[in-house]
Nanobody, 121 residues
Framework: QVQLVESGGGLVRPGGSLRLSCAASGSIFRIYDMGWYRQAPGKQRELVAAIGSGGSTNYADSVKGRFTISRDNAKNTVYLQMNSLKFEDTAVYYC???????????????WGQGTQVTVSS
């Protein structure tokens, strides 16, 4: 089994910054894609940003130029640096990690518990 522990959410004013972290632990042979999703009240969960094992990144149009995803493979951790936050960034943010537990098994997707980000004046 794999556990994901998220941290870094909170309350911030518009224009402010937050940094989210998500650390994976447990039965890990290799981690492939890592990403952040968010879900606002009454809305579907949406992809915010993703990063492949080689470092390639993908961002939702709404966060391009403001958010930066990165990963530390030695720590099995993915980060989301969020700058110039807007009211509409308010949501619960979830990390998602694709993990291979052993070389002879397929990958599985794991989700973090979610961390609340609230942008308010």
């Amino acid at each position: 089994q794999v556990q994901l522990v998220e941290s870094g959410g909170g309350l911030v004013r518009p224009g402010g910054s937050l940094r989210l972290s998500c650390a994976a632990s447990g039965s890990i042979f290799r981690i492939y894609d890592m990403g952040w999703y968010r879900q606002a009240p009454g809305k579907q969960r949406e992809l915010v940003a993703a990063i492949g094992s080689g470092g390639s990144t993908n961002y939702a149009d709404s966060v391009k130029g403001r958010f930066t995803i990165s990963r530390d493979n030695a720590k099995n951790t993915v980060y989301l640096q969020m700058n110039s936050l807007k009211f509409e960034d308010t949501a619960v943010y979830y990390c998602n990690v694709e993990v291979q537990a052993n070389w002879y098994v397929p990958t599985d997707d794991y989700w973090g518990q979610g961390t609340q980000v609230t942008v308010s004046s």
